[in-house]
């Protein structure tokens, strides 16, 4: 299962498990849209391509929520 990391590791804006907008790579790494463009679509941790991360909705997000650790350095 996806850790559903709550914020961008590189400019910390939220990124909510419910909505589009966050992109991961196999390492679950997590990027919103505007930094994984700027990273060109690669993680600058691993190396590994960001995709599209999933959302979490109803249920689902009930009885599995998104981790609330943010990983930018603030």
């Known amino acids: 299962m996806l850790d559903m990391r709550p914020d961008c590791e590189r400019c910390g804006v939220d990124l909510p498990a419910d909505e589009a907008g966050a992109f991961i790579c196999s390492m679950e790494c997590t990027f919103c849209a505007e930094c994984a463009d700027a990273l060109d679509d690669r993680c600058p941790n691993c190396g590994g391509e ?5 959302a979490r ?3 689902t ?3 599995h929520p998104a981790s609330t650790e943010r990983r ?3």
């Open 50 to 54: 960001l995709l599209d991360r999933p």
């Open 61 to 63: 997000l009930k009885d």
């Open 72 to 74: 930018h350095p603030a």
């Open 57 to 59: 909705v109803g249920t």
